[in-house]
């Protein structure tokens, strides 16, 4: 098996980690501490091709593979992961949507605005009574005739201030259960759609997270996506591949922790000597390194079996929990190397480890990516494909 990354691959690491250091870093704590939206750095990623790694060209997108975009969201979240959030939401979840089972006219129409950054997207699934239980929706799409008119509330909703365009799920049938939901492509500008208050974070606190109501809002047929009652379906295919964006988050998160950590540690001297030469700091550093490789091997393991179009779920739930809980438990430590330094906002470990929290939460909680994965074992299902020839099996 191998692992090396392409000559396009490296350029888009290098590209994005540099982008991070002299763009994102320089202001990064002023825009955690007074939640301001990076209006610039978003339009600055925009114009690097960021914001539609993975949309085919004709659509105005970068045509990259999923392993580029692992390596692009790694390196933003090792800086600031409020911009790299917006970056997977619009590419991971918005973009891919819509390319995927969009229709030909709405790729057409939304899709090379979002690719370039002109707009950005959000994806509206959680509700106030439905968060990890995504069949509970209470927003309702009423079919009248021409039209949908749309109704309901969703929560915590990423880019929610900014965004042109949301990817709105909502229940059209009660009776049919998960297959009475349908997905819908709502313009924020339309008559009826309210955005909430800016939520105040505790984590990725440039972000704009909000809530968002809809109040009579006539949606057209033709910005149903997919066949009627494909909603769910469409949710839950879209959040898998939206994992491995947050698993590479999580793993960037961990990354730039782990980075401080050990120059913090080369400078820092305690009882005559740098603290990095004590065991005590040395081991933390080693049991950092290797949880946080076993992660970045599974991201890119499930980026990889995206790319080969096998079957990821399992795969990028297993990523997505591991790296997030990596990201937890070494943030942490990060700060416990920095001692007191670490407890303040100029040594940026804080913050991290504040940020770190979210990935444990969002795009399916700890506990959703267990049934996932635990569902999948119970199934008898191989979740480790080897190559057979040409073949992969085991799939």
């Not at 969201?73 to 970056?87: N, T």
């Not at 229709?103 to 690719?115: D, N």
């Not at 201030?161 to 259960?177: P, R, Y």
Request: net charge negative.
């Amino acid at each position: 098996m191998y692992f090396n990354l392409t000559e396009e691959q490296l350029a888009v690491q290098a590209a994005a980690r540099e982008f991070a250091q002299k763009e994102l870093k320089p202001g990064v704590i002023e825009r955690d501490s007074k939640m301001q939206y990076p209006t610039e750095q978003v339009r600055m990623m925009g114009e690097l091709g960021f914001m539609g790694m993975m949309v085919s060209p004709e659509y105005g997108g970068g045509g990259m593979d999923t392993m580029s975009y692992v390596l692009a969201m790694e390196e933003l979240s090792k800086v600031d992961s409020s911009c790299s959030v917006i970056v997977s939401v619009n590419n991971s979840l918005v973009c891919w949507g819509i390319e995927e089972f969009g229709t030909e006219a709405q790729k057409l129409k939304y899709l090379p605005k979002l690719a370039t950054g002109e707009w950005i997207g959000s994806f509206c699934l959680s509700e106030p009574e439905a968060g990890s239980d995504a069949t509970s929706q209470r927003t309702t799409a009423e079919d009248m005739g021409d039209y949908y008119l749309l109704n309901g509330t969703k929560n915590w909703i990423t880019n929610g201030g900014t965004s042109k365009v949301h990817l709105v799920i909502a229940q059209t049938n009660a009776e049919a259960g998960h297959r009475g939901i349908n997905a819908f492509i709502v313009e924020t500008d339309w008559d009826g759609v309210v955005v909430g208050a800016k939520e105040d974070k505790l984590g990725i606190r440039s972000s704009d997270t909000h809530t968002i109501m809809y109040n009579d809002v006539k949606v057209p047929k033709e910005n149903r996506i997919g066949d009627d009652g494909f909603g769910f379906k469409f949710a839950m295919k879209t959040l898998s591949g939206g994992r491995i964006g947050i698993a590479a988050q999580a793993l960037g998160i961990a990354g730039g922790a782990y980075e401080l950590a050990v120059d913090y540690s080369k400078q820092r001297e305690a009882f005559g000597k740098p603290i990095s030469k004590h065991q005590a700091i040395a081991f933390k550093l080693a049991d950092m390194a290797t949880e946080i490789e076993a992660a970045k091997l599974m991201v890119y393991r499930s980026a990889w079996l995206k790319d080969q179009h096998a079957n990821y779920d399992s795969a990028s739930a297993m990523a997505k929990l591991f790296a997030s809980e990596v990201a937890m438990r070494h943030t942490v430590e990060a700060v416990q190397i920095h001692g007191g330094y670490g407890f303040v906002k100029e040594y940026h470990v804080e913050r991290l480890m504040r940020d770190a929290k979210i990935t444990q939460i969002y795009e399916g909680t700890s506990e959703v990516q267990r049934i996932v994965i635990s569902r999948n074992v119970l199934k008898g299902q191989l979740y480790i494909p080897i190559l057979a020839g040409e073949e992969l099996v085991g799939v």
